[in-house]
């Protein structure tokens, strides 16, 4: 289904080339003072056409508010908005309309629905993103009243680990060589959100790391997911990675180390939450494939149309975003923990 | 919290030392014939104290089917379940009660609630996982009627690859190694699924790889999942990994190749899945650790109880069985796909 | 929640003078025609401002769907629409802003969420009723195609009751009457809904028949849901409606009455589903009412804005609407009883 | 499906005759003092074999909680349990297995499902309301902590109106009469929940009477639900049912009469809840029925088995369950509405 979040839930909708991508925010709680700027800036970060690493599209990504907040403040009811598909140049995709683009969703769209907007990827497009981003900006805002922190960026374009800015000049040079190689390349968007307070999560099928795995594996072209140690951390013995527990002059209670990456038992600690995502390289190449189209022949083709070479970078309002809505629903529902 | 699936939905409960774990598994359709000995086999494969890699805590895991079933033939009513805790020893963990255990639930769900059962981590307990066995067994026999099989293995543990039965030999003799320094080993359990008809996955938040994560993150210990060339794949050049389509003289379409891991556009190709999951080394180590106990004093303890000094053998029948679940839950909305 | 229904889903939006109203349909099956006049011809017959007897407001109600068709055949993706709001006369409700019209949920909306959109009732409006059409019509030709009809009519305005067009008449006289009087009234609004299969509805807590009262009572001011012989059957003895099966040549089997309304166990007979709503009369009046202002004042006033003195007539499509989304819901779930 | 409420949420399951009816309930906070005794006693109202007017089937309904609750307060996880069937008789039921029983699911079911358990009804039977019993009991507990109390009685039975001890004994006399006739009757049972705050239930489809009506109309042999006024108050005048707004020297707002039935525009208004349930009578009758056997052969039988003449007494305390499952379900997630 087309909806995301169990108390502040993202119900989206819209199809690349069609007239607009939108959704509905139900769950946003009353007397939320909210900032359409920053609403507008996050949808910035993530919109095509910036730089020469991303594709040339130029949408405006104007988001349209239609419902829910009022005076900017929000009043309980469903947030509606919509985003109208500016620039479309939907002729690009005429012929794709009869063959399946490897790597993309055209082939198990068409046989699982028998129909397909073949139109820039239509639904399966990663424009669909841009609703997730409008949810969450509204739920970073949020959680900003509770002083709940998120940040993503990316550590690793292709084979290039990403530190320092430096290093982050080093990826963009790596993905213009791709491009200009008519190649396309991968990456990994790490997150942190702190501030998190101890309880946010639900054990067993609810748990934190779940939810947010899931979050960040509906994002396209994502492949992987890993918290704290992650993989690497497997390689480790209980010993080394064991987060032994202290309290402070006031009581409280805190691990020495992190290596559990923010999450116990699927129930947030306090500490940092810590997680990080890799994307595949971008499947759409400017250069010829081996194809089936619709009559069932094989065919050749190159891919027309705009496209990233590297969509890391622009994944990184997006991962923010599915991080915000996971971690704003779970404090909500915390408020049921306890009588 | 305490359910799983949309269709195909498993209900679970159950504290690790109360008078028995269960749970509901609503959304079986009527008319599977079920063999209920081979959902006591899969539990058998969960079941500790069966080698010496493994607790020794004895269960007997013998599951009672309380409704949904006749005859042996599902009735489309939900079927209850419960598997009693027959083995207690709590006296073991009475002294627990009073401190939070490193790398376990203790504190965060003592904050969270307010309250906790302490006995053997309660239901924060990897004990929990026999309800999901219990689901995930039936649905595999309901998925074997379509032709679909699902098998997991270990594939690492500690830092031991492990591919053939030699290289597994190793890693056990790697974990007693591990537990005679009272130490303990992580590692990766990998999965494919075959026979997946193409279709499977619902677009945007249904998708496939999305719900295989979340489904992953939940069993205890999960650290990090990935499908198709997972994390290595991010440092491929799209070229190296492009599923190139090819037309059968049946008129089927087939990848050359499966980079994507039977997964594209969120739904599945017709080609195996393949996915991985790492656990993390297994947090109770018995040496002495600092922690902090509910007076807010640092302390000292060494943990008692039954425990495994490496979860991933017993892990492979719960990857087994919550794939199933979810394969079987999209087998089955897959059919409101069309009109 | 904002949503209703489980797999064809309607998630609504909009307060009555805010941007627009608005939706997203999820779950609609791929592959359907639709005709969107019809759609529009559904609405038109919500609309108010058609007759003396309702509300002079005039809202061109045009339907804008911006996702999920395209040439006219539904996809398999989320329909996203909205219905701009342009007539708002919004100054009329200035004076309201401050004090809680009796019978309206001024009162327990300001104290639930410390905040409401004042003008026209904001979301607790009726004019919320317009997504549901929308949802409802295309339902309908969803249902069409199974030779599902579903019709309703007013059956009594105040203490007229209305079976034929002439007392159709009497009825609308009875309003006139009331509204010169500055009064309102009820009335009954009858369903039925015919060819359905058997089948439908899901035992225990899906039955149709609480999903189609769900689905009634939550059209504003909706009082009472029965169905079959109702509260009237509560005083026969079980003799006297007993619905006695028969077989015809066929093979088929049909019970010889229908004093059930086409349920027995929660699930569809085959028989024609006959269905009634009792609204209660309009909540606003054009004279001196007694309330309370955000001062917590006691104050006096008489409403301005364009009310309607009765509501059935209007409610019709709103009953059809309602009472397709469930029928079509079942429709697609019982695809999932048996293996 | 046979889950019911959205964060109070009871999953249940179990057949007539099968070993054991329960459920598990998800979402009770933890911290709750629990007397298990008022469980009981809840049960023991429900149960059948106490009178001469009711069926003299004898189970002991002793409810097991197997988790969810130690030391007598809940923990937050979720509360599963059962309740053995003890007396089945099943061998009463061995000859209606070939045919469908007028007015039951027997025909519906099969037909949908293909097989059905014959025995008692199976799932149809309206002794699955153990289980809400169970979780509505512990509901009442939670509420009692905030003051809250929910009291049903039978207010008609056939036709005789009962609203005093003796027209209780009168009704009783009524069913007597019917039974020794091998009749039936109906009645009607109104509940009113009394102390509940202004603010529960969410707009629009998740109003509180929507939620109250579905939650009624899945209770076996319910045939009509109406709140307030109900179906009569469609007769009157807007201006005779006016709930005026009057504030009192504390600053409180209340409404000078309680026509509205203490629900306006979805949500509660602080005053009385009130509504009422019309049941349909027994639909087994101990006299000779037509029906058709699975040959599909025109037959006649007699029905053997033990069976209420009435069960409107019976219905009082599931009135009461499920009443107290959706407001605490309410309560809970009014915590949600503000920041």
Redesign the interface.
Known sequence: ????G??Y?L?????SH???????I??M????KVDLDLVQEMLDRRRPGQSPTTTQRREEDKV?????I?DG????????F?IRNTDHRSADYGEMSHL?R????????Q???????YRGG???SAR?TVSRVVAGALAMQ?LR?YDIEIEAKVT?I??VEVNYLETLEEGRREILR?KSE???????VSCRISGVP??LG??????L??????????IPA??????????E???????????????DIH?G?H??TNY??GI??????GKDILLRV??????T?S?E????NDQ???ISFVAKGRHDPCVVERAVPIVEAMAAIVVFDCL????????
């Open positions: 289904m087309n909806s995301f169990e108390r839930r119900t989206s909708f819209g199809e069609g007239p607009a991508m939108g959704g509905v139900d769950g709680p009353a007397g939320l349209e508010i239609l419902s829910g009022m403040v929000t009043l309980g009811t469903p947030i509606g919509i399946y490897p790597n993309h969703g055209d082939y198990t769209w046989t699982k629905y028998g129909v397909r907007d239509g639904r399966a669909e949020a009243t690793r292709g084979t791709a008519h190649d396309s390349l991968g990456g990994i101890v309880g639900d054990p067993v099928f609810g748990k790391q779940a939810r947010l795995a899931q979050a960040m594996m509906t994502a492949k992987g997911f890993e918290y704290g140690l992650g993989f951390g497997s390689k480790c013995r209980g010993s080394e990675v064991v987060d032994e527990f202290i309290a009581g209670v691990t020495l559990s990456g116990q038992g699927g129930i947030s600690n890799a994307f595949k390289p971008v499947a190449l250069r494939l081996r194809t089936v069932g022949e094989n909500l529902t915390d408020r049921l923990s306890k009588m």
